[in-house]
């Protein structure tokens, strides 16, 4: 079983200020995504990284995928109200079992709260 | 919008009965992936179908099934329900494959009374 484990659970700052999310996993994935997710509505994929080693940024965030592709970082600089939501990684598996079996495994989540 | 739908977006129904859920996914993906979550689980990986046919199985109770049509919409049913069933049921699309990323509907928000 993949897991992946998202550092930190919860991460509350004031609005101008940086911050990193981490994810972390032992399994190594063919890929991996992030997702952001608000309240009553479905998560939205944010940016697949693919590439050990890969930095891919939008806008305020950069994202980066591990060298050995078992973990991937996001980070926020001058963090603004709208980037309030819950942060998702998903890893797509490496070892295919079948054409087609690509389950997502999902992280535990980071909820971020950014204070005006 | 994501392009994937799901219907209905609320249910409300009494312990021991039975709904389906229905995705439509984006115009193209042949992968179709259930998740449920609620607040102290996450999202749990449920089920995924590929082009009809079942691909992948997460921790989906014998309660519950799902299938994948030809015009490829998807339908969850849940059966028997429970307390402990109450939750927001996502359905997603991709591509194949989903390394690229997948594409989620808005939910259907399930509560059992």
């Known amino acids: 079983t993949q897991l992946l484990e998202q550092s930190p659970q919860f991460l509350s700052i004031q609005e101008g200020e940086n911050l990193t999310v981490y994810c972390n996993s032992s399994s190594v994935f063919s890929s991996l995504q992030w997702y952001r997710q608000e309240p009553g509505e479905g998560p939205v994929l944010l940016v697949t990284?693919?590439?050990?080693?890969e930095v891919k940024k939008l806008k305020r965030l950069t994202f980066q995928f591990g060298d050995a592709r078992k973990d991937s970082s996001l980070h926020i600089t001058a963090a603004q109200p709208g980037d309030t939501g819950l942060y998702l990684c998903a890893g797509a598996p490496s070892v295919k079992t079948n054409f087609g079996n690509e389950k997502l495994t999902f992280g535990t989540g980071t909820r971020l709260t950014i204070i005006p | 919008d994501s392009g994937v739908t799901q219907t209905p977006k609320h249910l409300i129904t009494a312990t021991g009965q039975r709904v389906t859920l229905r995705c439509s996914p984006r115009?193209?993906?042949?992968?179709v992936y259930w998740y449920q979550q609620s607040l102290d689980q996450g999202l749990q990986f449920l089920i995924q179908?590929?082009?009809?046919?079942?691909?992948a199985k997460g921790n989906i109770l014998e309660r519950f099934s799902a299938q994948q049509f030809p015009d490829l919409h998807s339908e969850l049913n849940l059966s028997s329900l429970e307390l402990g069933d109450s939750a927001l049921y996502f359905c997603?699309?991709?591509?194949?494959?989903?390394?690229?990323?997948?594409?989620f509907g808005q939910g259907t928000r399930l509560t059992v009374v």
């Open positions: 997603a699309s991709s591509v194949v494959p989903s390394a690229v990323g997948a594409f």
């Open positions: 179908y590929y082009n009809g046919e079942e691909r």
């Open positions: 115009s193209g993906d042949l992968s």
């Open positions: 990284v693919v590439t050990g080693g």
